[in-house]
């Protein structure tokens, strides 16, 4: 069941706005921090609203280099990619970040220099519905694997939080025979939130509380300016189906049973606030963001496919969830998976 286009409130127009005035109106800024840290904040929470009216601040699914959009061409890649390996690791974002967020932790100059793995980053609209940008992933990694410059031989996906559910998401909507599934020998999620995550059904319980009362109502309205993207992390939705004929309030989940793809090595990366996975603190709180059940897709509304095995589950004590993405022992743990033997 497709969606219609919301007209943007007036706080949503000043946002709009405010980014025009800082990060101006082209998809092909020159990469800069400032201008597209904003940028990924609005699409954030209101990229859906972005995409519906055709603004040119909604960010597009897509390979980005340098803060450019590459064409997935031959002569596009070959130019971005003039040093391209056979293998490649494929670097998707999470909500409220843009490619950059790869960058400080230097993963993917690590995987290069380390196995060889050539880092591809892309942007996307976080504020879009996960299954809408699941289905553009697939659509790109189509395009990446026809026109690589050179013969591919692996394909590695890796996400971070949101970015997770979008790699889980194409691989759910792919066709059987779709040129880049058979090449994935890896996907590597580093604290999706693959049961949902806890503080978007807060903030969902909130909304509906306050919708009830007169007095507090315009609490519940700014409440629910948030995106669809925000809301299927509520329940970690992967596919339309599972958010189609439902509620957008509704806080019981839909979620279908789609299982992790087979032929692939799956690897959780958990993250903790505590110092056990059992402890009160990892329970209550994960790694801040997501808690370590949902971040091993492992609790009691989880289905059964979708559990991620004892020894494809890697739990790092005192690493917090924007950590995820930047620190050394998150990188080793990712690193000696990928150099291990992949099985035939």
Known sequence: MSEEPQEPTAVEQVLMRGVHRVAGVSDELIHH??????????????GDRLDASGSALSHTM??????????????????????????VAVFVHGLLFTETAWQPGGFGKGLRDDLGLTPVTVRYNTGLRISHNGHDLNHVLIDLVAHWPVPLRRLVLIGHSMGGLVIHSALAQAEVDASWVGLVSDTVTLGSPHLGAPLERG?????????ALHRIRPVARALGIRSVGIQDLRHGNLVEEEWGDADPTDHRTHRLDIPLHPGIRHLAVVGLLGKKIDGKVAQLFGDGMVTAASARGSGRHSPESRRFAREDVVVLPGVSHLALIHDETVYAAVRDRLGATVDP
């Open 33 to 46: 921090p400032a201008p597209n840290a904003v940028r990924a904040f609005v699409n954030a929470f209101v």
């Open 62 to 87: 897509g390979v980005r280099r340098r803060g450019r959009t590459v064409p997935l061409t031959e002569s596009g890649l070959a130019d971005a990619f003039p040093d391209a390996t056979s293998d």
């Open 203 to 211: 903030v969902n319980h909130v909304a509906r509380a306050a919708g």
